[in-house]
Each structure stands twice: as structure tokens, then as C-alpha cells.
């Protein structure tokens, strides 16, 4: 039975007092306006804290939304985050660009980095990581991080958008807030933008008021969307994982691959913490160095048949970005250098496809192009 979608931008009221308490408690009260709260958004962040395992959640418009509104919320000028460099391109447009215009600066470590995170983290307002690592795929050592961050008495934000719940829950593990890019794992088929963060009411909560100020709240047809989504969640991520690690064996013994970065392989530095916080998965995304740098890589790309050019992940289809002209354009050389990210560095989500037909699809493009 498909969830109900309510589509109703406002809620009429036949009592006064009623419509009155309503619109001084917005979101408790009853249903008055859906920029406060809507039935079918509070059907999705209700699933969506199930399966992380927290008191509630927050819906947004897309997960820069999420993570702009956690930070927002979080800070005022003068104020101080410490971030993983391993982030979002567009993560890192907001901390090194766009926040400290507002008077809010950032420090980034490598996530590994626990000397220098630790050294730096009393005072600041909040910790800021991702599960696995945009682009490189790295898993980050969650426990190890969360504990620094509750010793220096700081909330952990961790964006959870690669692994998805299937995969890992970070609340359970000591974060503070597990934030998601909904258009991917979450939602699934390449047709909505959301996104969400989950964690305890009291953390929610400052969130959740700037978020509805602000008006980048979800859609009721996007949340509709995403519930769909959710439903098969665990196959797909389950189908990724598998084929994305037969992908990543292929690609490691290709000539023309100079490295694969994917968790799931056996000589990966990724691997234990995989095995600790994943279940032994190594997700749906995996990113390799082609050989040859930039020009290589554009013309292998645009070589393929089956995977597409695309910039997301973690839906039905195989898609495949170049990181540093698409998703990570906002690093300079040396800042993509110092993630790790070489000139022929791809990003490739591993969709639900049969994995024999997308490597025969990779096989073909990489001879085409030799």
C-alpha cells in the first residue's frame, strides 16, 4: 500500500482558539501551514529515525540544506567548526567560503588526523565528518571521533549519505546528528532532492526552528517520493554493495587503472574500519585513478554506454563523475592534492544494473580509449 501524499500548502480550522494554539505551537498542535509541518514529511522523518535509531528527525530540501542549517544553528560569528577534509565539494564551499563571510571560520584535518583534531577541538561548536569519505571512500573511525568530540564536549555531525542507515547508524555509535543527502541511498531512483538529519529531540531542536524560518523544509511530493524509496533500501544497498565490489576487483587488475579506493577490498586501508562499523561492506560508491589524468579520464567517461556521466549516487542506474571538474570543482590543485584526489580521479556509483553488463561496459570504454 503506497503512503498517502498530502499535497495541501495550508490546513483551515472551524475554531478560532484552535486555529490560534496551532499556529503558536506549529508543529504539535495540529497541521497549519506546511512549512511548519506537513503529514506526509512527518511520515518520512518518522521512518527515517526508525532506522537510525533516534528520538526523531528533520526533513529538508536537499542535504546542503540539512548540513547549512545544522551549522547555522549551531554557530554565530566568531564562532569555530572543525571539519574532516574528506568532505562534499559543496561542504566545503560552505565552511571555506560561505560561512565565514557570516563570521564563522573552520579547521580541516585529515579525518584520521586525531592529534590534530583533538588539539584544536576545545571551544569549537561543532565536529563535522562523513562516514565514508566524499570522493576517496574512506570510512572514518566514528567511535575514535565521537569520543574526542565528547571529551572536548562538542557535538559529532555526521554526514551518513554514502553508507545510508542500511549500513551504518552514527548516533548509536556517539554522534550527535546523522545527516543525509535523501536524494541518494534514501530516495534511490534519481527523481527527488531531500535531504535529513536525525538525532534527539533537544539536538533537533534549534535545527528544526531554523529550518522552518528559513523555509528549506521538504516538499510533501519529495518526502512521498523518499518513503517509496525507503521501502527497498536494504536490497538496494545489499545489490550495490556486491556488485561494486566485483566492479572494484575488475578495475584493480585493468592496466589502464592506476588505484581503486573502495573499502570492500581485501588491501584497502579502509577494510577493518569497514568490517568494524559496516557490517563488512564496502557501500555502493568507489572511486579509481585512471591513468593518463584528466584528458584520460574525460575521454573514458564519455566512452561508456551503460554507466552515465551523471553528478549523484546511490540510485537505480550506475552513474560515474570525474571529481575534480564536477563534484569537487571548488578545490584548487593543491587542496584536491591534499584529499588525495589525482587528475584522473572517478567517482562511480554502482547501480542495480546486471555488475557483469557495467564491467563489460567499463572493459569496453577503457579499450576504446587506449
Not at 204 to 222: Q, Y
Not at 242 to 268: C, F, K, M, N, Q
Not at 350 to 359: F, M, N, R, Y
Request: glycine share 10%.
Amino acid at each position: 500500500m503506497a503512503p498517502v501524499l498530502d499535497p495541501s500548502s495550508t490546513y483551515w480550522f472551524t475554531d478560532a482558539d484552535e486555529f490560534a494554539d496551532a499556529s503558536r505551537d506549529k508543529t504539535g498542535a495540529g497541521y497549519v501551514y506546511s512549512r511548519w509541518a506537513n503529514p506526509t514529511v512527518d511520515a518520512f522523518e518518522a521512518a527515517v529515525a526508525d532506522l537510525e535509531g533516534t528520538e526523531g528527525a528533520e526533513a529538508f530540501a536537499s542535504g546542503m540544506a540539512a548540513i547549512t542549517s545544522i551549522c547555522l544553528a549551531s554557530c554565530k560569528s566568531g564562532d569555530r567548526i572543525v571539519a574532516a577534509r574528506q568532505l562534499y565539494g559543496g561542504s566545503h564551499e560552505l565552511l571555506a567560503s560561505i560561512l565565514p563571510r557570516y563570521g564563522i571560520t573552520a579547521e580541516l584535518f585529515d579525518v584520521h588526523d586525531f592529534d590534530g583534531i583533538e588539539a584544536v577541538l576545545a571551544g569549537a561548536k561543532l565536529l563535522l565528518c562523513e562516514t565514508i569519505g566524499n570522493p576517496r571512500i574512506e570510512v572514518a573511525d566514528l567511535p575514535t571521533l565521537a569520543n574526542l568530540a565528547q571529551n572536548a564536549g562538542v557535538p559529532l555531525v555526521v554526514d551518513n549519505t554514502f553508507a545510508s542507515p542500511a549500513l551504518c547508524r552514527p548516533v548509536e555509535l556517539g554522534a550527535t546528528l546523522s545527516v543525509h543527502s535523501a536524494t541518494k541511498f534514501i530516495g534511490g531512483h534519481h527523481d527527488l532532492l531531500g535531504g535529513i538529519a536525525c538525532g534527539d529531540f533537544e539536538a533537533l531542536r534549534p535545527v528544526a526552528e531554523l529550518n522552518r524560518e528559513f523555509g528549506a523544509t521538504l516538499s510533501p511530493f519529495n518526502a512521498w517520493l523518499a518513503l517509496r524509496g525507503l521501502v527497498t533500501l536494504p536490497l538496494r544497498v545489499e545489490r550495490a554493495c556486491a556488485s561494486a565490489l566485483l566492479v572494484a576487483e575488475y578495475l584493480s587488475g585493468h592496466a589502464r587503472i592506476d588505484r581503486v579506493y573502495y573499502p570492500g577490498l581485501d588491501d584497502d586501508p579502509s577494510k577493518p574500519l569497514a568490517d568494524k562499523l559496516l557490517g563488512g561492506q564496502g557501500g555502493g560508491t568507489l572511486g579509481f585513478d585512471v591513468a593518463g589524468g584528466r584528458e584520460a579520464a574525460a575521454r573514458f567517461q564519455e566512452a561508456l554506454r551503460l554507466t552515465r556521466p551523471a553528478a549523484s549516487l546511490g540510485g537505480v542506474h550506475s552513474l560515474i563523475v570525474h571529481a575534480a571538474s564536477i563534484t569537487h570543482t571548488q578545490l584548487n590543485a593543491d587542496q584536491l592534492a591534499s584529499i588525495g584526489i589525482a587528475e584522473g580521479f572517478c567517482r562511480m556509483s554502482v547501480g542495480l544494473e546486471e555488475p557483469h553488463d557495467i564491467i563489460d561496459d567499463l572493459r569496453n570504454a577503457l579499450d576504446e580509449t587506449a
